[in-house]
Every structure is written in structure tokens, then in C-alpha cells.
T-cell receptor, first 116, second 111 residues
Framework: SAVISQKPSRDICQRGTSLTIQCQVDSQVTMMFWYRQQPGQSLTLIATANQGSEATYESGFVIDKFPISRPNLTFSTLTVSNMSPEDSSIYLC?????????????FGEGSWLTVV | DAKTTQPPSMDCAEGRAANLPCNHS???????VYWYRQIHSQGPQYIIH???NNETNEMASLIITEDRKSSTLILPHATLRDTAVYYCIVRSLNTGNQFYFGTGTSLTVIP
């Protein structure tokens, strides 16, 4: 499976500020996704990061709050804008590659974000 | 998307088999069953997937009932490192490649 690196791994941010999370993959992948995991909760899909075009957002998530970039097949960023304490979560990047058996997806270790 | 139902928590004695059930009564004929697990503070880890036949790999076995309305993930010899939240996911082809996670089963392996 692909090796997925996320930066930062952890951060503490002030409310009202924005933070950009980076996801780097060691090989070209066809699909990249961003998930959020709030404390004690399951994973929620935020959006599909599309290479060279606007991301596809799930219901309840909007581009103004979570702008996403994917300039190439190995890199994506997620920005959490105008943060509030409710945005304190783990943000996870996941990918699907052409080598993925059964179209499985693989995850990075996540970025732990605390908003104070 | 098909919904899955899992017990919120289970215990298993170390060295014994852990059998984690999942109900997916509305699964469609071309939808696969996937299992992932998430050990505390880590990203989810892929375990296994199947369509209708039983599957086995180095991590686990997946038993899918003949009517495909339920499945069981089996960890044959549970260790303390298997303590994690286990997610059963049915992947809907109608929504492309997205995976939607339910609440999962929190498995605790007891020494």
C-alpha cells in the first residue's frame, strides 16, 4: 500500500485562525479523500479531492470552510478556515491507488487539531 | 448506501478467537463488505474485504452468510494489540469510491 504522510501531526490553534494540513503520498494515486473524526466519534467524509478541479464535498461541508487543493497525483491540502472549538478533530487523508485490491483505501496517521 | 449494524463493544480473552458480527440486511448484489480497524491514536487500517465467498488473509477471516445479509470478522488468536475499534463498511458502487464509516465495534482483548 502507499505510504501517506500528513503534516502537521498535531497542532493547537487559536479560534478564528486557519490551518492548512498537507497530505503527501509516495506514489501516484487515483483518488484522495479527506475525513474528519471528532472526539469519541467515527469518521466522517468531508470531500473527495479531485486532481486539477474543484473538490467534491459531502453534505454538511462547504468549500469556504474546508478549501481543498490537489495540484498533482501525490499531494493534497485541506484548510480548516476560521476555526472554532467545534473544529477540534483528527483530520485524516486517505487514498486509493490503481494497485488497490478491491478498490480499498488507505489512511494516513491523521492530523490532531485542537482549537482553543 | 446500505447501512451496517455492529455491536458497540465486545471483549475477548487473549489467545482466543474474536468474532465480530455485522448486519447489512439491505446490501445490494454488487456491493462488497470491507473491514477496517482503528487502534487508538492511529489512522484506520484495512483488514479484509469480500463479496460473497469467505475470505482469509494473514490478519483475519471474513465469513459472509449465503444471503449476504450479515458477516463475521474472525481474528483467530486475539492479542492485546488487536484492541481497537473495528468498522464494517458496505461500499456502494452508486457513489463511486467513497467509504462511509459507521460507529463500529470497540474490541477489548483481555489478558
Amino acid at each position: 500500500s502507499a505510504v501517506i504522510s500528513q503534516k502537521p501531526s498535531r497542532d493547537i490553534c487559536q479560534r478564528g485562525t486557519s490551518l492548512t494540513i498537507q497530505c503527501q503520498v509516495d506514489s501516484q494515486v487515483t483518488m484522495m479523500f479527506w475525513y474528519r473524526q471528532q472526539p469519541g466519534q467515527s469518521l466522517t467524509l468531508i470531500a473527495t479531492a479531485n486532481q486539477g478541479s474543484e473538490a467534491t464535498y459531502e453534505s454538511g461541508f462547504v468549500i469556504d470552510k474546508f478549501p481543498i487543493s490537489r495540484p498533482n497525483l501525490t499531494f493534497s491540502t485541506l484548510t480548516v478556515s476560521n476555526m472554532s472549538p467545534e473544529d477540534s478533530s483528527i483530520y485524516l487523508c486517505s487514498v486509493r491507488s490503481t494497485e488497490s485490491s478491491g478498490n480499498t483505501i488507505y489512511f494516513g496517521e491523521g492530523s490532531w487539531l485542537t482549537v482553543v | 448506501d446500505a447501512k451496517t449494524t455492529q455491536p458497540p463493544s465486545m471483549d475477548c480473552a487473549e489467545g482466543r478467537a474474536a468474532n465480530l458480527p455485522c448486519n447489512h440486511s439491505t446490501i445490494s448484489g454488487n456491493e462488497y463488505v470491507y473491514w477496517y480497524r482503528q487502534i487508538h491514536s492511529q489512522g484506520p487500517q484495512y483488514i479484509i474485504h469480500g463479496l460473497k465467498n469467505n475470505e482469509t488473509n494473514e490478519m483475519a477471516s471474513l465469513i459472509i452468510t449465503e444471503d449476504r445479509k450479515s458477516s463475521t470478522l474472525i481474528l483467530p488468536h486475539a492479542t492485546l494489540r488487536d484492541t481497537a475499534v473495528y468498522y464494517c463498511i458496505v461500499r456502494s458502487l452508486n457513489t463511486g469510491n467513497q467509504f462511509y464509516f459507521g460507529t463500529g465495534t470497540s474490541l477489548t482483548v483481555i489478558p
